[in-house]
Structure formats: C-alpha cells, structure tokens
C-alpha cells in the first residue's frame, strides 16, 4: 500500500485492544479531573478517547486527519 493511502486509511476499531494502546493525555489537561483527552497510535491511524472514561467510546482518525486537526489547533483555527 503507498504512503499516501495509509496517512489517508482510518484505522478499524474491530481488533483495538485499549491496554495495548500507549495513550497520551492532551497537553491541555489541567490535572483538575476535568474535560481531557487521550490520543494514541494504533493499526496506522490515531485513535483517541475521553481519558475519564477510558472504557468509553473511542474514535479513530486517519493519520493526515489528526495531522490537520492538531494544524488547526496549532495555528488557532478551531477556537471556538
């Protein structure tokens, strides 16, 4: 598969096993318990859950995706 298919391919959350994932708080977690999330790599993508309820859903993102997330976060795009 090229390069470009697998930054563009959203990883399946069919096989995702969350002890196996390496998660990683947001860097804007206050420590207070309050809103965070956790990002983390997993079958080529991103997947990413609510660190206070990480038996809770979790959502999948192709690798150029969060790339463009993080983009606008950065260059403050997505203020709301």
Request: glycine share 12%; proline share 5%; charged share 25%.
């Amino acid at each position: 598969m090229s390069e470009t298919k697998n930054r563009t391919r959203k990883p399946s959350l069919d096989d995702l096993d969350p002890a196996a994932v390496a998660w990683q708080k947001s860097s804007f977690n206050n420590g207070a318990g309050g809103m965070c999330v956790e990002a983390g790599a997993h079958d080529g993508g991103v997947v990413v859950r609510d660190s206070t309820n990480p038996d809770g859903p979790v959502l999948s993102f192709s690798r150029a995706a969060w790339a463009a997330f993080v983009d606008g976060v950065e260059n403050g795009e997505l203020r709301f």
